[in-house]
């Protein structure tokens, strides 16, 4: 990532095959360049077999009459004339300094941008790399993926052997499925096998420059007429004169560059001109220096570019940032994980999309069966409605409890009594952006003219560290003295078992409070047919960390008894909104055990599909599946969209969860599970993939009222007078993140680069959030620039 610079032009070459000509025409490409007095790098980043053969002294020596102008170099040499992960394995059997994946890719990162600092006019770069496509690397990985982190356009060499029409579109395809830029391809004619004439056509039809041109000659014995004989070919392969020859793909390699830098550079504005962004006050933005331009995005990262990064020509016209929000908390594994990827083009091309009702496809089953018997709803749910995104979801769960509801009771309501039914939540609930979700809530800054507030919602005790140290915080509405307090605990995992608090005081104190206002709302004549949380966390309304016992004594008064083992609900359904947190976001695959109930009906979606595609599901119990049961069609759940259970959600949603069945078992999660139980002195439900200590230290600062991380989300509550969703302090106080930090020793970008926060801001609340598989390392150094920003 961020390798991209006005003055320098850098192409990445990669062969549809091994022994396609990959060095050759790099050659060529790099002579054309230097023809026309353009300083050129070529790098060859591993190179196997004798060193008096490597590719790039073929290129030094080949250079042609501007040779002079022509850098070659090669950054990890092995003798053995095989696969670089064979040959880096038998020069090191125990694997003991064979460079990862990380190391090689800051390697060829590290010599760009010196390329970059070294020439201060237009120059060229080809790194060409080896074999084939999926060629392994060092580490074993395949080059396409290894790679990717830079995001290099590229030139693909095709083949012009027999076979080669196939290798070459297969080579084509698999770039395109991990989002590489082909600018251009390039082989060799045959005038036997004519490979050459089919593929220009194929790929001129999809807007690819295509330039063939004349094969190399054979080999001859003597060296020095084999030398003699090659310089003639490559002289006679970059003249100018030659129409569509390499000369020409070096020009049409500049237009490009300059085409990718006048786009980049004209978005913010045009942007301007024509979007309409979501939770966004247009009258804040002040120019194009506020829009963010991401031009791609791998892993934990997004490249961006901005009108501010362009000042310094030596410098990249992109920048890494960390996906401080995950996206809007829906990234699993980092953007561009080239196995969800795969799952939606296997599925795209199996199915594309196909009807759902009275029908099944294997995605969408293997997805229903997965949720409802070994996922979220084991040993409750019977089954798994499958929608578009969290919000649909919602109101898919919303109107199961309102059906289930007025089965049971509808003799006692009249058609306008049922059509206020309301429900009971927590003040700061958000459950989508729907207009049915919207009303599931109190009014607030989400709702709009139409919103309509159904029901009662109780203000919540919430926890989180104060002045490094677990504590509860009981609002003034729950509190005898009738003023807000906090009560200390004495761990966090304390808090979190929630069966033996049951017995305290507090628990006693909730129960009775929740009876209490249920009573009156009967005496008003209110009527509430479900309850519908959002278990531990409430994110939108800022990342409030509800104490859990708060939530279990509410379900429990509700229901009319301490245990959710029936089979039929009883008092009125439970709804789970597990958009957010659900499938591992906090650590916890459901927050059920936790809570120790079970809810009706849950919803999760977000990680559901990796943060790759929209997808939701909505599970439900037998008992609720009943209510909707019968011979009359009207009766039936008659809610859908055109895209219910479409099969590349659920294909991807399938390989999103048999990936985080393999993460929960990873040494990270142990390592960080270990972390916070040593530091709490005990075995503990709950834990963080942030550090401890760092969440602790951080409630101590002046500026912050209040800091809580479980699983991947990390908040901070800062003390702010006019605090609320409209506050712009928490916004403000973390603009610093933004820029990139000069310590490279605290960048853990692909490619080593410093890098900037990518964050959103809950008015006075500021959150961060990783995916599932951010690395350690990665962690430690957010949790460094955070602290030297707001300690600061």
């Not at 396409?144 to 083949?159: N, S």
């Not at 059906?403 to 009771?409: E, F, L, V």
């Amino acid at each position: 990532m961020s390798s991209l610079y006005k003055h320098l032009r850098v192409h990445q070459i990669f062969g549809a095959n091994t022994d396609v000509g990959k060095t050759i025409l790099t050659t060529a490409l790099s002579r054309a360049s230097a023809s026309k007095k353009f300083p050129v790098f070529y790098l060859k980043p591993v190179s196997t077999g004798a060193k008096e053969h490597a590719d790039d002294r073929h290129v030094a020596r080949f250079g042609g009459k501007a040779s002079k102008l022509i850098h070659a170099e090669c950054l990890f040499q092995y003798d053995e004339p095989v696969s670089p992960h064979l040959a880096a394995r038998l020069k090191d059997p125990e694997n003991a300094n064979i460079p990862s994946d990380d190391i090689f890719i800051k390697s060829v990162a590290t010599r760009i941008r010196e390329y970059a600092r070294r020439t201060g006019k237009a120059a060229h770069v080809y790194i060409e790399t080896a074999g084939g496509v999926h060629s392994p690397t060092l580490s074993g990985t395949t080059q396409l993926d290894c790679y990717r982190p830079l995001f290099l356009p590229t030139v693909l060499i095709g083949d012009s052997k027999l076979g080669g029409i196939s290798s070459t579109i297969s080579a084509y395809e698999s770039l395109l499925l991990r989002g590489y830029i082909v600018d251009a391809v390039i082989l060799f004619r045959d005038e036997y096998y004519r490979n050459s004439e089919y593929l220009t056509e194929y790929f001129r039809e999809r807007g690819i420059y295509v330039a063939t041109v004349d094969p190399p000659p054979a080999r001859i014995s003597d060296p020095l007429q084999d030398a003699e004989a090659t310089e003639k070919y490559y002289e006679a392969l970059v003249s100018p004169e030659i129409e569509n020859g390499v000369s020409s793909v070096v020009d049409y390699l500049d237009v490009r560059h300059g085409i990718r830098l006048k786009e980049l550079e004209s978005m913010p504005q045009r942007t301007l001109n024509s979007v309409w962004w979501p939770f966004v006050q247009h009258g804040t933005i002040k120019g194009p220096e506020d829009v963010t331009v991401i031009d791609s995005a791998y892993g934990d990262f997004f490249s961006v570019a901005r009108p501010q990064t362009n000042t310094n020509t030596s410098s990249s016209i992109l920048s890494p940032e960390f996906d401080g929000s995950a996206s809007w908390w829906t990234q699993t594994f980092g953007h561009a994980n080239p196995s969800l990827t795969m799952a939606a083009a296997r599925a795209s091309g199996r199915y594309g999309h196909v009807m759902f009702p009275q029908a099944t496809h294997l995605p969408a089953l293997k997805l229903a069966e997965r949720m409802v018997h070994n996922g979220p709803g084991k040993g409750w749910a019977s089954r798994a409605f499958i929608s578009d995104n969290g919000s649909t979801g919602m109101e898919v769960a919303l109107k199961m409890a309102l059906r289930a509801y007025t089965i049971r009771h509808g003799s006692k309501f009249t058609e306008q009594d049922k059509k206020n039914l309301g429900i009971l939540g927590l003040k700061g609930s958000y459950h989508g952006d729907t207009i049915g979700a919207m009303d599931a809530c109190e009014e607030g800054v989400y709702t709009c003219e139409w919103h309509n507030a159904k029901g009662y919602w109780f203000e919540p005790p919430s926890i989180g560290f104060q002045d490094g140290k677990p504590r509860i915080s009981v609002p003034s509405s729950l509190s005898s003295t009738a003023k807000p307090h906090t009560v200390p605990a004495k761990s966090l995992s304390w808090i979190y078992d929630v069966e033996e608090r049951l017995h305290t005081p507090l628990a006693r104190g909730y129960a009775l409070y929740v009876q209490r206002a249920l009573e009156k709302i009967e005496q008003q004549g209110q009527k509430i047919a479900a309850l519908v949380i959002e278990p531990l966390v409430m994110g939108a309304g800022g990342m409030i960390f509800v104490d859990p016992l708060f939530q279990r004594v509410l379900v429990d008064v509700v229901r009319g008894r301490r245990s959710g083992s029936s089979k039929e609900w009883s008092g009125m359904p439970v709804i789970y909104d597990e958009v957010f947190v659900g499938l591992n976001r906090l650590g916890v695959e459901s927050a059920g055990p936790i809570l120790g109930v079970y809810p009706d009906i849950s919803v999760n979606a977000k990680v559901l599909t990796g943060g790759l595609v929209p997808l939701s599901v909505t599970l439900a119990t037998q008992s609720i599946f009943n209510a909707f049961l019968n011979d009359a069609k009207a009766d039936a759940l008659l809610h859908g969209h055109s895209y219910t259970a479409h099969p590349i959600g659920c294909e991807v949603a399938n390989e999103t969860l048999a990936q985080i069945d393999k993460l929960v078992k990873t040494d990270e999660w142990k390592s960080a599970k270990s972390k916070w139980s040593e530091y709490q002195g005990e075995e503990s439900k709950v834990w963080s993939l942030w550090d401890p200590q760092f969440v602790a230290e951080v409630s101590k600062l002046p500026k912050v009222k209040e800091a809580m991380a479980l699983g991947s989300v990390f908040a901070i509550n800062f003390e702010d007078s006019s605090a609320g969703y409209t506050s712009f302090f928490a916004q403000n106080l973390l603009s610093p993140l933004k820029k990139p930090f000069e310590d490279s020793g605290l960048s853990n970008a692909p490619g080593g680069a410093p890098y900037g926060i990518h964050y959103r801001t809950l008015g006075n609340i500021g959150y961060f959030m990783t995916s599932l598989n951010t690395k350690a390392s990665v962690i430690r150094s957010l949790e460094d620039k955070i602290w030297r920003t707001i300690a600061n």
